[in-house]
T-cell receptor, first 111, second 113 residues
Framework: GQQVMQIPQYQHVQEGEDFTTYCNSSTTLSNIQWYKQRPGGHPVFLIQLVKSGEVKKQKRLTFQFGEAKKNSSLHITATQTTDVGTYFCAGSPNSGYALNFGKGTSLLVTP | GAGVSQSPSNKVTEKGKDVELRCDPISGHTALYWYRQSLGQGLEFLIYFQGNSAPDKSGLPSDRFSAERTGGSVSTLTIQRTQQEDSAVYLC???????????FGAGSRLTVL
């Protein structure tokens, strides 16, 4: 079955440093989504990418979808303590199928 | 409702007992998902309901797990003869049929002693 892998599993940065998490799928995806889960909270939707090679930005966050639609990345510029949490990517081979989540990257930001 | 509502928020049970977890999705959301998240782990897909179609049960870990969705709205996840390894947060999510985005509930934390 389809698998979604994420690396790294953990990342500890100093406030102001950049951070990147990578997501790879064993199969081509129709779209990829990113979610953020704060400690003690539940996953909250951040963004969806649909097109091959698509790049979207949300303030300090930049999301990319690979040309082959099998990988994606999330880059945070100049991290802040509010960025702390676990970032999950999720994808499915077709719309209407169950979303498969990666294991997430837990980000810790120290001031 | 305004969001996805799950109950109970916390459940402590003894090994061997049955438990029921409830999910009330956002009104009008036709798709409903159950995921399981063990401590510090990712989201493990359990089951997916879409409208009146047969549910995708491919993620249920054993026949002790079952779920139903009545009237296309509220869903109940039932775990029979609970085991300690069933301890986790059970997350429900729903989505509108015209979108892919999931809205999660706050989860039900299950502890099996």
């Amino acid at each position: 079955g389809q698998q979604v892998m994420q690396i790294p599993q953990y990342q500890h940065v100093q406030e102001g440093e950049d951070f990147t998490t990578y997501c790879n799928s064993s199969t081509t995806l129709s779209n990829i989504q990113w979610y953020k889960q704060r400690p003690g909270g539940h996953p909250v939707f951040l963004i969806q990418l649909v097109k091959s090679g698509e790049v979207k930005k949300q303030k300090r966050l930049t999301f990319q979808f690979g040309e082959a639609k099998k990988n994606s990345s999330l880059h945070i510029t100049a991290t802040q303590t509010t960025d702390v949490g676990t970032y999950f990517c999720a994808g499915s081979p077709n719309s209407g199928y169950a979303l498969n989540f990666g294991k997430g990257t837990s980000l810790l930001v120290t001031p | 409702g305004a969001g996805v509502s799950q109950s109970p928020s916390n459940k402590v049970t003894e090994k061997g007992k049955d438990v029921e977890l409830r999910c009330d999705p956002i009104s009008g959301h036709t798709a409903l998902y159950w995921y399981r998240q063990s401590l510090g782990q990712g989201l493990e897909f359990l089951i997916y309901f879409q409208g009146n179609s047969a549910p995708d049960k491919s993620g249920l870990p054993s026949d002790r797990f079952s779920a139903e969705r009545t009237g296309g709205s509220v869903s109940t996840l039932t775990i029979q003869r609970t085991q300690q390894e069933d301890s986790a947060v059970y997350l429900c999510a729903s989505r509108y049929s015209g979108a892919n985005v999931l809205t999660f509930g706050a989860g039900s934390r299950l502890t099996v002693l």
